[in-house]
């Protein structure tokens, strides 16, 4: 895509985006509490599957900076000592790298020296975000899930690094699948990079990974998808677009209001939904609650 026409497509989808009004939680207007009810009725078996890849703590070539996690308790002399004691321990984590599973809140993307919906990029300050921030989600979002599988779409275990998702792609799973995303959903879109890793082992996801043409976004806002899920950055890598190295981050949190979740893992709920005959389900994402922060580590849930 060239520069001039992802320019079009932003300054379009950010129009379209203004239009619908905004009260404060962007594309997660769509997802209205009638919404919500009718997914609780996706829930037929009550089987559960967790979307998140367990949190990583040593370094590699996609996490130069892993998790931290140590033990802060019981002390030395408090084990086998009589009385009561705890185990304690204490974690930190980069939220946006390229292996923990986590959400982007609508501050993470600061294109032109602005955020979504013309907040300032001054709002992010050293010590946070004062708008748009993860904050806006603290009460959770609960709504009707859909998986597309692309690698199945096309009969191979993972999409390879560079390739792109295209519009075509997402309707083209949808009719073999036997579903349909609708206003208010929650889009999951699996490559396969999970299973790659773990079948050719990590590699620097920073310079090569799968993901969505910039073009496909159109997909999403002619859906009016409330939040986007991938099981990479979404992002193709490299970028598609010359001199714009997140152009689906660009369209779809700072000009539609969408919040991403990244690096999240669909290798249990693929198989799970192939063996309920169905692809879509009540989804609960509930992120921390941190009120400045631009994101948040994440474990969503499929109630199938």
Not at 151 to 168: F, N, Q, Y
């Amino acid at each position: 895509m060239t520069p001039e026409a992802f320019r079009t497509l932003y300054e379009r989808l950010r129009e379209e985006a203004r239009q619908g009004g905004d009260d404060g939680r962007g594309a997660l207007k769509h997802l209205t509490p009638e919404r919500v009810a009718a997914a609780a009725r996706e829930v037929r078996s009550g089987r559960t599957v967790s979307l998140a890849a367990p949190v990583e703590t040593a370094a590699g070539p996609d996490n130069p900076e892993p998790a931290g996690h140590r033990m802060t308790g019981p002390a030395p002399e408090e084990i086998g000592a009589d009385g009561l004691h705890f185990a304690r321990d204490r974690f930190t984590m980069n939220v946006h790298g390229d292996a923990d599973s986590h959400l982007d809140a609508l501050c993470h993307v600061l294109y032109d020296g602005e955020l979504y919906n013309g907040v300032p990029a001054g709002s992010v300050t050293p010590d946070g975000a004062t708008a748009l921030s993860v904050d806006v989600v603290r009460d959770g979002i609960v709504g009707r899930g859909v998986l597309l599988d692309i690698p199945r779409l096309r009969g191979v275990p993972w999409l390879e690094p560079g390739d792109h998702v295209t519009a075509d792609d997402l309707a083209a799973a949808e009719t073999a699948q036997g579903v349909r995303v609708g206003a208010g959903d929650l889009l999951l879109v699996r490559v396969g990079h999970r299973r790659r890793r773990r079948e050719r082992g990590a590699w620097d996801a920073a310079q090569a990974r799968a993901g969505l043409h910039p073009a496909a976004v159109e997909f999403l806002a002619e859906r009016r998808v409330s939040v986007l899920g991938g099981d990479g950055n979404n992002d193709t890598a490299p970028s598609a677009v010359e001199g714009v190295a997140f152009p689906v981050h660009v369209l779809t949190i700072h000009a539609m209001g969408l919040h991403l979740m990244d690096y999240l893992q669909f290798e249990e709920l693929a198989p799970a939904c192939e063996q309920e005959g169905r692809w879509s389900f009540l989804c609960v994402v509930a992120p921390l609650r941190l009120p400045s922060a631009t994101g948040s580590p994440v474990n969503p849930i499929a109630v199938l």
